[in-house]
């Protein structure tokens, strides 16, 4: 079933995000093979980096742990008092009262790398920017990265369509939209950037190669939409909530509210 949203759906920035970075990033490697051979390949780069989620990620990237847990307090018998124990030195106290669960620290992270096929040397890193990119430690790691590839000559074609967390490009005259598509070129000091809006359509990004072949087109809608066709998200969306956080706009949210007629 095909998406009803234009562009980015916000409902995919919870706990599917993790499945759509994969899927996306798998996407862009596909349909940009055919057009950079045999000069250049696409491949998938997966590195993994620490990261200590904030207690609110918790819940919003890992809901079922928390709906688990409130069903099994639900259905569970209580509990048969303890029998009494005399305490000695040898004898452990009461239970502990509370548990918590310990986040993994490490999550792999996917890029798409456009490289020439005679040397294997790095010419496009395409970044599509998850949570742990936009927050700290992880922002200030990944906008290191971002001026190491620039320093060294690559091409940075980065993709945000994450609302939440802070942006890694900031300037007065960039609007306030809830995404963004941006292209850093090698050796350039200025960077191209697509405002998105929750209604717009994702645009179709030029993926710089070496001079003097020309760039490549990227159609990012196309890209999104076959993979919530192939990976059935409409299943695993309930669009009668609303979206994970942040709050939309009252304009956006109205939009929205008419879209999928919540």
Do not use: C
């Amino acid at each position: 079933m095909p998406s009803r949203f234009p562009g980015m759906d916000p409902y995919l920035e919870g706990h599917l995000w993790p499945d759509v970075h994969h899927r996306l990033a798998t996407e862009i490697a596909r349909q940009l093979a055919p057009h950079v051979k045999p000069r250049y390949v696409a491949r998938l780069a997966v590195y993994v980096v620490e990261d200590v989620l904030p207690e609110a990620e918790v819940g919003l990237m890992y809901p079922d742990v928390e709906v688990l847990a409130a069903r099994r307090d639900v259905l569970r018998e209580p509990p048969a008092p303890p029998p009494v124990i005399e305490a000695t030195a040898d004898t452990p106290d009461a239970p502990a009262p509370l548990t918590i669960p310990l986040p993994n620290p490490e999550v792999r992270l996917v890029t798409v790398e456009v490289r020439d096929a005679d040397f294997n040397r790095l010419v496009t890193s395409i970044e599509i920017l998850s949570p742990i990119d936009k927050r700290e430690p992880g922002l200030t790691q990944y906008l290191h990265k971002r001026r190491r590839l620039h320093r060294d000559g690559v091409h940075v074609l980065e993709i945000d369509l994450l609302r939440r967390g802070t942006r890694t490009l900031s300037h007065s005259r960039l609007p306030n939209t809830p995404y963004l598509v941006s292209l850093i070129r090698a050796h350039s000091d200025v960077a191209e950037v697509w405002p998105l809006r929750l209604q717009d359509r994702l645009p179709t990004a030029p993926v710089p190669l070496r001079d003097p072949d020309p760039d490549v087109p990227l159609a990012l809608s196309p890209a999104l939409a076959a993979i919530y066709d192939e990976a059935a998200y409409e299943l695993s969306v309930d669009y009668s909530q609303s979206p994970p956080p942040p709050t939309l706009s009252a304009e956006d949210a109205a939009w929205l509210k008419a879209l999928v007629g919540a």
